[in-house]
């Protein structure tokens, strides 16, 4: 089923936890294009991006999902991004 956002997701968390078996990152990025009002895709996409160190991506990701995620989804987004933009040091974002 590779148009199934949830799937995607699911699919990244396991190479997130296995990263020799392949790129959690392009797993994440495809759900986010499948879903691209679906929270949790662009969580879990900023979250890997953490994971390697990608802060300025995971921040983008956070405010691209912010800006297209369901109105009852947003918060997590938003509380996301407003924790990793205050652990970066980037309090004016």
Same mark, same amino acid.
């Given at each position: 089923?590779?148009?199934?956002?949830?799937?995607?997701?699911?699919?990244?968390?396991?190479?997130?936890?296995?990263?020799?078996?392949?790129?959690?990152?392009?797993?994440?990025?495809?759900?986010?294009?499948?879903?691209?009002?679906?929270?949790?895709?662009?969580?879990?996409?900023?979250?890997?991006?953490?994971?390697?160190?990608?802060?300025?991506?995971?921040?983008?990701?956070?405010?691209?999902? *912010?800006?297209?995620?369901?109105?009852?989804? *947003?918060?997590?987004?938003?509380?996301?991004? *407003?924790?990793?933009?205050?652990?970066?040091?980037?309090?004016?974002?």
């Amino acid at each position: 089923m590779p148009n199934d956002a949830e799937l995607r997701v699911f699919r990244g968390d396991i190479l997130a936890s296995q990263p020799a078996l392949g790129d959690a990152l392009a797993e994440y990025r495809r759900a986010v294009d499948i879903a691209p009002n679906w929270a949790i895709a662009y969580r879990s996409l900023a979250a890997a991006q953490m994971g390697r160190k990608q802060v300025d991506a995971a921040l983008e990701t956070l405010k691209t999902g *912010a800006s297209r995620v369901r109105r009852a989804e *947003a918060d997590g987004v938003l509380s996301d991004l *407003a924790g990793l933009s205050e652990s970066a040091g980037r309090h004016e974002d």
